[in-house]
Protein backbone atom coordinates (compact mmCIF):
# COMPACT_ATOMS: atom_id res chain seq x y z
CA UNK A 1 0.00 0.00 0.00
CA UNK A 2 1.14 3.52 -1.25
CA UNK A 3 1.24 6.06 1.69
CA UNK A 4 1.89 9.64 1.11
CA UNK A 5 3.26 10.69 4.48
CA UNK A 6 5.70 13.36 3.32
CA UNK A 7 4.71 16.69 2.57
CA UNK A 8 6.82 20.08 1.94
CA UNK A 9 5.33 23.82 2.13
CA UNK A 10 7.35 26.54 0.22
CA UNK A 11 6.23 29.95 2.02
CA UNK A 12 7.87 33.48 1.82
CA UNK A 13 5.43 34.15 4.93
CA UNK A 14 5.89 34.35 8.74
CA UNK A 15 6.43 31.30 10.14
CA UNK A 16 3.79 32.38 12.67
CA UNK A 17 1.50 33.53 10.17
CA UNK A 18 -2.30 32.25 10.75
CA UNK A 19 -2.83 31.08 7.12
CA UNK A 20 -0.25 29.06 6.91
CA UNK A 21 -0.04 27.59 10.18
CA UNK A 22 -3.96 26.42 9.68
CA UNK A 23 -2.71 25.39 6.09
CA UNK A 24 -0.41 22.94 8.03
CA UNK A 25 -2.39 21.52 10.61
CA UNK A 26 -5.20 20.80 7.83
CA UNK A 27 -2.00 18.94 6.07
CA UNK A 28 -1.44 16.89 9.03
CA UNK A 29 -5.27 15.88 9.79
CA UNK A 30 -4.35 13.83 6.53
CA UNK A 31 -1.26 12.11 8.87
CA UNK A 32 1.61 13.64 6.75
CA UNK A 33 4.40 15.20 7.78
CA UNK A 34 5.19 18.59 6.41
CA UNK A 35 8.59 20.37 6.08
CA UNK A 36 7.96 23.95 5.91
CA UNK A 37 10.29 25.61 3.80
CA UNK A 38 11.43 29.07 3.04
CA UNK A 39 11.49 30.37 -0.05
CA UNK A 40 13.76 33.08 -1.96
CA UNK A 41 13.27 36.55 -1.85
CA UNK A 42 13.56 37.94 -5.52
CA UNK A 43 14.96 41.29 -3.77
CA UNK A 44 17.59 39.44 -1.87
CA UNK A 45 19.24 37.58 -4.51
CA UNK A 46 22.51 39.45 -5.70
CA UNK A 47 23.31 40.68 -9.22
CA UNK A 48 25.92 38.42 -9.67
CA UNK A 49 23.52 35.38 -8.85
CA UNK A 50 20.44 36.64 -10.68
CA UNK A 51 21.99 37.22 -14.08
CA UNK A 52 23.65 33.98 -13.57
CA UNK A 53 20.44 32.77 -14.11
CA UNK A 54 18.19 34.80 -15.97
CA UNK A 55 20.35 35.66 -18.92
CA UNK A 56 19.03 32.12 -21.06
CA UNK A 57 15.73 32.90 -19.60
CA UNK A 58 15.29 35.84 -22.91
CA UNK A 59 15.25 33.06 -25.74
CA UNK A 60 12.49 30.94 -23.78
CA UNK A 61 10.04 33.42 -22.34
CA UNK A 62 10.77 36.91 -24.19
CA UNK A 63 11.93 38.25 -21.21
CA UNK A 64 14.14 38.05 -18.62
CA UNK A 65 12.44 36.31 -15.49
CA UNK A 66 12.03 39.00 -12.41
CA UNK A 67 13.82 38.25 -8.89
CA UNK A 68 10.83 37.22 -7.86
CA UNK A 69 10.58 34.37 -10.96
CA UNK A 70 13.88 33.36 -9.91
CA UNK A 71 13.76 33.03 -6.23
CA UNK A 72 10.40 31.14 -6.78
CA UNK A 73 12.36 28.60 -9.21
CA UNK A 74 14.74 28.44 -6.86
CA UNK A 75 12.59 27.98 -3.83
CA UNK A 76 10.81 24.62 -5.43
CA UNK A 77 14.65 23.11 -7.00
CA UNK A 78 15.81 23.43 -2.75
CA UNK A 79 12.87 21.06 -2.29
CA UNK A 80 12.74 19.25 -5.40
CA UNK A 81 16.47 18.23 -3.68
CA UNK A 82 15.46 17.44 -0.58
CA UNK A 83 13.13 14.86 -2.57
CA UNK A 84 15.83 13.79 -4.38
CA UNK A 85 17.89 11.85 -1.62
CA UNK A 86 14.80 10.63 1.02
CA UNK A 87 13.50 7.27 1.26
CA UNK A 88 10.19 8.44 0.16
CA UNK A 89 8.70 7.31 -3.24
CA UNK A 90 6.68 10.42 -3.81
CA UNK A 91 6.27 13.54 -1.62
CA UNK A 92 3.88 16.38 -1.99
CA UNK A 93 4.54 20.35 -2.74
CA UNK A 94 2.39 23.10 -1.92
CA UNK A 95 2.45 26.59 -2.37
CA UNK A 96 1.34 28.97 1.11
CA UNK A 97 -1.45 30.30 -0.89
CA UNK A 98 -2.49 26.74 -1.95
CA UNK A 99 -6.09 26.03 -0.86
CA UNK A 100 -6.42 22.05 -0.14
CA UNK A 101 -10.31 22.13 -0.64
CA UNK A 102 -10.57 18.17 -1.72
CA UNK A 103 -7.33 16.93 -0.82
CA UNK A 104 -8.00 15.48 2.78
CA UNK A 105 -10.94 13.56 1.61
CA UNK A 106 -8.69 12.77 -1.77
CA UNK A 107 -6.05 11.54 -0.56
CA UNK A 108 -6.32 7.87 -0.39
CA UNK A 109 -7.94 7.97 -3.92
CA UNK A 110 -4.66 9.74 -5.15
CA UNK A 111 -2.44 7.42 -3.28
CA UNK A 112 -4.79 4.24 -5.53
CA UNK A 113 -3.58 6.21 -8.46
CA UNK A 114 -0.10 6.63 -8.05
CA UNK A 115 0.33 2.80 -7.02
CA UNK A 116 -1.42 1.85 -9.94
CA UNK A 117 -0.67 4.50 -12.70
CA UNK A 118 2.97 5.21 -11.37
CA UNK A 119 2.89 8.16 -12.73
CA UNK A 120 6.50 10.85 -12.74
CA UNK A 121 4.36 13.70 -12.29
CA UNK A 122 0.85 14.80 -10.61
CA UNK A 123 -0.59 18.65 -10.85
CA UNK A 124 -3.36 18.89 -8.21
CA UNK A 125 -5.06 20.89 -9.78
CA UNK A 126 -7.61 21.73 -12.31
CA UNK A 127 -5.88 25.10 -13.38
CA UNK A 128 -7.24 28.82 -12.59
CA UNK A 129 -7.94 28.65 -16.94
CA UNK A 130 -9.55 25.65 -17.23
CA UNK A 131 -12.45 27.56 -15.49
CA UNK A 132 -11.83 30.39 -18.63
CA UNK A 133 -13.68 28.32 -21.07
CA UNK A 134 -10.07 27.08 -22.49
CA UNK A 135 -10.85 24.11 -24.52
CA UNK A 136 -8.09 21.76 -23.88
CA UNK A 137 -6.75 18.19 -25.89
CA UNK A 138 -6.65 15.50 -23.08
CA UNK A 139 -8.39 12.62 -21.78
CA UNK A 140 -9.44 11.43 -18.62
CA UNK A 141 -8.83 8.03 -17.13
CA UNK A 142 -11.61 5.95 -17.03
CA UNK A 143 -10.64 3.75 -14.09
CA UNK A 144 -9.96 7.17 -12.14
CA UNK A 145 -12.62 9.96 -12.41
CA UNK A 146 -11.23 13.73 -12.14
CA UNK A 147 -7.56 12.80 -13.47
CA UNK A 148 -6.61 14.17 -16.58
CA UNK A 149 -3.92 13.93 -19.03
CA UNK A 150 -3.23 17.03 -20.71
CA UNK A 151 -1.75 16.17 -24.12
CA UNK A 152 1.34 18.54 -26.26
CA UNK A 153 0.42 21.82 -27.05
CA UNK A 154 -2.03 22.15 -25.06
CA UNK A 155 0.56 22.65 -22.02
CA UNK A 156 1.42 26.04 -23.27
CA UNK A 157 -2.14 26.93 -21.69
CA UNK A 158 -1.38 25.81 -17.90
CA UNK A 159 0.07 27.87 -15.43
CA UNK A 160 0.07 27.72 -11.37
CA UNK A 161 1.82 25.51 -9.69
CA UNK A 162 0.14 25.63 -6.09
CA UNK A 163 0.44 21.95 -5.63
CA UNK A 164 1.88 18.87 -7.27
CA UNK A 165 2.73 15.05 -6.22
CA UNK A 166 6.26 13.95 -7.52
CA UNK A 167 8.21 10.73 -7.35
CA UNK A 168 11.89 10.73 -6.19
CA UNK A 169 12.96 10.27 -10.26
CA UNK A 170 11.60 12.82 -11.33
CA UNK A 171 12.44 15.24 -8.60
CA UNK A 172 16.25 13.96 -10.27
CA UNK A 173 15.60 14.77 -13.43
CA UNK A 174 13.71 18.68 -12.79
CA UNK A 175 16.87 18.93 -10.02
CA UNK A 176 19.37 18.54 -12.82
CA UNK A 177 17.81 20.72 -15.28
CA UNK A 178 16.75 23.37 -13.08
CA UNK A 179 21.04 23.25 -12.13
CA UNK A 180 21.92 23.23 -15.60
CA UNK A 181 19.02 26.28 -17.11
CA UNK A 182 16.70 27.74 -14.94
CA UNK A 183 12.95 27.68 -16.24
CA UNK A 184 9.58 28.23 -14.87
CA UNK A 185 8.21 25.30 -12.23
CA UNK A 186 4.51 25.88 -13.95
CA UNK A 187 6.21 26.02 -17.70
CA UNK A 188 4.39 22.66 -18.73
CA UNK A 189 6.10 22.30 -21.78
CA UNK A 190 9.48 22.26 -20.10
CA UNK A 191 8.52 19.71 -17.20
CA UNK A 192 6.85 16.87 -19.54
CA UNK A 193 10.03 17.43 -21.96
CA UNK A 194 12.63 16.55 -18.92
CA UNK A 195 9.95 14.05 -17.93
CA UNK A 196 10.34 12.16 -21.42
CA UNK A 197 6.38 12.54 -22.17
CA UNK A 198 4.14 14.46 -23.83
CA UNK A 199 1.68 14.77 -21.51
CA UNK A 200 1.13 15.68 -17.75
CA UNK A 201 -1.22 14.25 -15.37
CA UNK A 202 -3.66 16.43 -13.77
CA UNK A 203 -6.18 15.94 -11.00
CA UNK A 204 -8.41 18.59 -9.39
CA UNK A 205 -7.94 18.74 -5.54
CA UNK A 206 -6.46 22.22 -4.87
CA UNK A 207 -7.20 25.63 -6.10
CA UNK A 208 -5.68 28.87 -6.41
CA UNK A 209 -6.74 32.05 -4.55
CA UNK A 210 -8.78 34.16 -6.68
CA UNK A 211 -7.50 37.06 -5.02
CA UNK A 212 -3.70 37.56 -5.89
CA UNK A 213 -3.01 40.51 -4.07
CA UNK A 214 -3.47 38.45 -0.73
CA UNK A 215 -1.25 36.24 -1.55
CA UNK A 216 2.69 36.85 -1.00
CA UNK A 217 4.51 34.01 -2.82
CA UNK A 218 2.73 35.31 -5.77
CA UNK A 219 3.87 38.72 -5.09
CA UNK A 220 7.17 37.97 -5.60
CA UNK A 221 6.40 36.88 -9.08
CA UNK A 222 6.66 38.83 -12.44
CA UNK A 223 2.46 38.66 -13.07
CA UNK A 224 1.39 39.74 -16.36
CA UNK A 225 -1.71 42.00 -16.66
CA UNK A 226 -5.38 40.41 -17.53
CA UNK A 227 -5.23 41.55 -20.67
CA UNK A 228 -1.89 40.56 -21.44
CA UNK A 229 -2.37 36.83 -20.19
CA UNK A 230 -5.10 36.94 -22.73
CA UNK A 231 -3.69 38.12 -25.44
CA UNK A 232 -1.03 35.43 -25.22
CA UNK A 233 -3.44 33.12 -24.88
CA UNK A 234 -5.91 34.37 -27.89
CA UNK A 235 -2.68 33.65 -29.51
CA UNK A 236 -1.84 30.62 -28.82
CA UNK A 237 -5.18 29.12 -29.59
CA UNK A 238 -5.26 30.90 -33.06
CA UNK A 239 -1.77 28.91 -34.03
CA UNK A 240 -3.26 25.43 -32.45
CA UNK A 241 -6.26 26.13 -34.25
CA UNK A 242 -4.01 26.17 -37.36
CA UNK A 243 -1.76 23.65 -36.68
CA UNK A 244 -4.70 21.26 -36.87
CA UNK A 245 -6.98 22.54 -39.63
CA UNK A 246 -3.41 21.95 -41.55
CA UNK A 247 -3.32 18.64 -40.00
CA UNK A 248 -6.60 17.73 -40.83
CA UNK A 249 -5.77 18.99 -44.02
CA UNK A 250 -2.82 17.13 -44.56
CA UNK A 251 -4.57 13.53 -43.56
CA UNK A 252 -7.38 14.10 -46.41
CA UNK A 253 -4.81 14.78 -48.83
CA UNK A 254 -2.98 11.49 -48.14
CA UNK A 255 -6.47 9.51 -47.86
CA UNK A 256 -7.50 11.32 -51.39
CA UNK A 257 -3.68 10.12 -53.00
CA UNK A 258 -4.07 6.35 -51.27
CA UNK A 259 -7.95 6.40 -53.24
CA UNK A 260 -6.55 7.20 -56.40
CA UNK A 261 -3.64 5.06 -55.94
CA UNK A 262 -6.36 2.14 -55.08
CA UNK A 263 -8.39 3.41 -58.22
CA UNK A 264 -5.56 3.15 -60.80
CA UNK A 265 -4.43 -0.04 -59.48
CA UNK A 266 -7.47 -1.30 -60.29
CA UNK A 267 -7.47 0.22 -63.83
CA UNK A 268 -4.51 -1.92 -64.49
CA UNK A 269 -5.59 -4.81 -62.94
CA UNK A 270 -8.75 -4.88 -65.07
CA UNK A 271 -6.94 -4.19 -68.09
Keep these: MLVLSQAYLLTVKNPNDEELCNLVRKLQTSE ?4 VVKGVIGGEISAKIYFEYAVDTQK ?4 LLSPGEIGCALGHMEILQKIATSDEEYALVFEDDAIVYRFVESKSYLEDFLLRKAPQFVQLGRQDHLLMGVNLQGRSYKDFQDFYQILGIDLENLFGCHGYVISKSAAR ?4 SLKAKIHLID ?6 SILDQNYLDFFGC ?4 ENFEKSLIEGER ?3 STAELSKGRLWRRILLEISRSLLHRKKRI ?3 MRRAVGQTRN ?3 KR
Design 173 to 176: KLVS
Design 222 to 224: HLK
Design 254 to 256: LRN
Design 60 to 63: RYGY
Design 187 to 192: DFVIVS
Design 32 to 35: IEVE
Design 206 to 209: VIHP
Design 267 to 269: VYT
